[in-house]
């Protein structure tokens, strides 16, 4: 595996911030950016709540990118078309706890987090082929998807 950088680090000061990246998770690149852009910019108590809402099919991820024939879900605000995206969510909750767990071992205020970047990228392609009839094969690809969080202490 190559090395994986993060997206921005120009404005980035490490003693208010900490952040966390996963590599190469097996989820999907739509539902984790869609996941991603949910949480962006809350407060990291109200993201975790947020998203085990979602591992319980409370509250739905509003789907704004790759909505077509996505289906209209109860609760959402200013918006029509959402899903579960079960999966992702409970990866990218791990992702977060584990950044919260990183600004705690800094010495940064908990409570005073909030979600300040998060980003998604794509990962390697596993390849794989599915054998058919007639002794051909149809290729079968698991993409991966790297994904970063950067929190910020608040006031700074």
């Known amino acids: 595996m190559g090395k994986v950088n993060y ?5 980035i000061d490490p003693e208010t911030t900490a952040k966390a990246m996963a590599y190469e998770l097996h989820v999907s690149p739509k539902h984790a950016l869609e996941v991603c852009k949910a949480i962006k910019g809350k407060k990291v108590e109200d993201a975790e709540t947020y998203l085990e ?3 319980d099919m409370k509250v739905a991820i509003p789907f704004k990118r790759y909505k ?9 605000k200013n918006w029509y078309a959402g899903r579960y995206p079960v999966k992702t969510t409970a990866e990218i909750l791990k992702l977060l706890r584990n950044a919260k767990g990183n600004a705690e071992y800094k010495g ?3 409570e005073a987090l909030r979600v300040w970047r998060v980003a998604t990228k794509q990962g390697r392609t596993i390849r ?3 054998p058919r009839a007639f002794g051909r094969a149809t290729p079968k690809n698991t993409d991966t998807v790297t994904v970063e969080i ?7």
Do not use: P, Y
């Open 7 to 11: 997206s921005t680090v120009k404005n």
């Open 53 to 55: 809402n979602v591992l």
């Open 128 to 130: 794989g082929m599915t």
């Open 108 to 110: 940064l205020d908990a």
């Open 150 to 156: 950067i929190l910020r202490e608040e006031g700074s």
């Open 68 to 76: 077509k024939r996505v289906a209209h879900r109860r609760g959402l």
